[in-house]
């Protein structure tokens, strides 16, 4: 029988993004390899993206690592990018590893990624040094993300903001909008683009029109979580129609 993999998600209490395009993406996998997945969630309460309420919701993430590991899930995603980056420079790192304490303290240890630190080693691993990005972002906050990634290495050419403060209303953007929204960005030079740098900005739907626009591979903090949770399990990361990243070529 095929193996099983439980997929275990930390999300902002707002956030409905994660919950349908992460499985979106290991449903089609599903398509073309034998590995079959569940999922599975705990939530940190968030409803404004504003640096004070991300700040209160990290604190919960211990909380949620233990309940999630109660589920023996195979791999954690902390499903919050802005949350970790406006907590200081590599504080991704600091994240996983207590979060991955916390389920080696429970019984059940289980590898833990985090959107930041899956955005940036994706870009590494598509070999990107030059990238452009959209955000949903208020412009502070999306200044933020710019200098984390380029405090990661990564040097930023372009972003725009769409100052979403809502996180239900970042939700409820159509991501076929980002097919326009992209074109304001010079992407001369550019090695890759980054058409939603938010778990709960929906863009997978226009992933392959803008990468086969732009002639540039073109991710989001969604797709790099994804690779990254298939890099820790040992799987390919081969997911049709998700850009090239999950082309199974990284």
């Given at each position: 029988?095929?193996?099983?993999?439980?997929?275990?998600?930390?999300?902002?209490?707002?956030?409905?993004?994660?919950?349908?395009?992460?499985?979106?993406?290991?449903?089609?996998?599903?398509a073309i390899a034998p590995e079959?997945?569940?999922?599975?969630?705990?939530?940190?309460?968030?409803?404004?993206?504003?640096?004070?309420?991300?700040?209160?919701?990290?604190?919960?993430?211990?909380?949620?690592?233990?309940?999630?590991?109660?589920?023996?899930?195979?791999?954690?995603?902390?499903?919050?990018?802005?949350?970790?980056?406006?907590?200081?420079?590599?504080?991704?790192?600091?994240?996983?590893?207590?979060?991955?304490?916390?389920?080696?303290?429970?019984?059940?240890?289980?590898?833990?990624?985090?959107?930041?630190?899956?955005?940036?080693?994706?870009?590494?691993?598509?070999?990107?040094?030059?990238?452009?990005?959209?955000?949903?972002?208020?412009?502070?906050l999306t200044k933020l993300v710019?200098?984390?990634?380029?405090?990661?290495?990564?040097?930023?050419?372009?972003?725009?903001?769409?100052?979403?403060?809502?996180?239900?209303?970042?939700?409820?953007?159509?991501?076929?909008?980002?097919?326009?929204?992209?074109?304001?960005?010079?992407?001369?030079?550019?090695?890759?683009?980054?058409?939603?740098?938010?778990?709960?900005?929906?863009?997978?739907?226009?992933?392959?029109?803008?990468?086969?626009?732009?002639?540039?591979?073109?991710?989001?903090?969604?797709?790099?979580?994804?690779?990254?949770?298939?890099?820790?399990?040992?799987?390919?990361?081969?997911?049709?129609?998700?850009?090239?990243?999950?082309?199974?070529?990284?």
């Amino acid at each position: 029988m095929p193996k099983t993999f439980r997929i275990g998600q930390i999300v902002p209490s707002s956030n409905v993004t994660m919950e349908t395009e992460v499985p979106a993406m290991l449903n089609r996998r599903q398509a073309i390899a034998p590995e079959r997945f569940t999922f599975h969630s705990s939530r940190m309460r968030m409803r404004r993206v504003v640096k004070e309420e991300l700040a209160a919701m990290d604190a919960e993430s211990e909380r949620c690592a233990t309940e999630l590991s109660d589920a023996r899930v195979d791999v954690l995603g902390y499903a919050c990018l802005v949350a970790i980056m406006s907590m200081g420079h590599g504080y991704h790192r600091v994240s996983e590893r207590r979060l991955h304490q916390r389920t080696i303290d429970n019984g059940a240890p289980a590898p833990v990624v985090t959107s930041a630190g899956a955005l940036i080693a994706g870009l590494h691993a598509l070999g990107a040094k030059r990238i452009a990005l959209v955000a949903p972002y208020m412009k502070p906050l999306t200044k933020l993300v710019v200098d984390y990634l380029e405090s990661e290495g990564l040097s930023v050419a372009g972003h725009v903001a769409l100052e979403i403060p809502d996180n239900l209303e970042v939700a409820a953007h159509d991501p076929m909008r980002l097919v326009e929204i992209y074109k304001r960005l010079d992407l001369k030079g550019v090695d890759a683009l980054v058409l939603s740098a938010c778990v709960q900005m929906p863009s997978l739907a226009a992933i392959p029109h803008v990468e086969a626009e732009c002639g540039i591979p073109v991710v989001s903090a969604a797709i790099c979580t994804t690779w990254q949770m298939l890099q820790v399990l040992g799987l390919d990361a081969n997911v049709p129609d998700a850009g090239a990243l999950l082309s199974g070529k990284y």
